[in-house]
T-cell receptor
């Protein structure tokens, strides 16, 4: 089955620790995106990548980092510099202007 | 800059009643427009999209939306609500280049939570 997978579904970390969220797609899409979702705030773009080995900051990139070494993979690292990391994180990929989403990872920082 | 406004953060309807979720956008060029649905603790699922073809777009689960350029609106409707329609709905707009193709980045509205009463 083609699709987008995110792992883990739930993630707990202590304050001050870096954590990496996985996003993999087998849809052969060039572009991939990371969003953060907080209640009542819709989706906010963190980073996006339109091609391998290239990525751009979105609206709220501070405290986050990404890499795009393979077309299929776009991992997101939430660093200790992110002041309020507890949120639901969504990964997406796109083709022909339409974005398709993974199931999300809920990160809770204790 | 593009923006999307969803009127009403919460909408409540009775089962079998009309569903109307409102979305207005601002864009300097004719955009691509999307409606997504999200069930609790899940990702977003594409309901339908408008990409400058027919102004009335039909989607999955009986939903449809009409693009009205004069009103800069893209409201989502369903004639008869079902309990399974209870979810959060997001309207989104995509920037479009000179050739009419989308750059792929989306701007989302704040979301509307739909509640369906028996």
């Amino acid at each position: 089955d083609g699709g987008i997978t995110q792992s883990p579904k739930y993630l707990f970390r202590k304050e001050g620790q870096n954590v990496t969220l996985s996003c993999e797609q087998n849809l052969n899409h060039d572009a991939m995106y990371w969003y953060r979702q907080d209640p009542g705030q819709g989706l906010r773009l963190i980073y996006y990548s339109q091609i391998v080995n290239d990525f751009q900051k979105g609206d709220i990139a501070e405290g986050y980092s990404v890499s795009r070494e393979k077309k299929e993979s776009f991992p997101l690292t939430v660093t200790s510099a992110q002041k309020n990391p507890t949120a639901f994180y969504l990964c997406a990929s796109s083709a022909a202007g339409t974005q398709y989403f993974g199931p999300g990872t809920r990160l809770t920082v204790l | 800059a593009q923006s999307v406004t969803q009127l009403g953060s919460h909408v409540s309807v009775s089962e079998g009643a009309l569903v109307l979720l409102r979305c207005n956008y601002s864009s300097s060029v004719p955009p691509y427009l999307f409606w997504y649905v999200q069930y609790p603790n899940q990702g977003l699922q594409l309901l339908l999209k408008y990409t400058s073809a027919a102004t009335l777009v039909k989607g999955i689960n009986g939903f449809e939306a009409e693009f009205k350029k004069s009103e800069t609106s893209f409201h989502l409707t369903k004639p008869s609500a079902h309990m399974s329609d209870a979810a959060e709905y997001f309207c989104a707009v995509s920037d479009v280049g000179a050739g009419g193709t989308s750059y792929g980045k989306l701007t989302f509205g704040q979301g509307t939570i739909l509640t369906v009463h028996p």
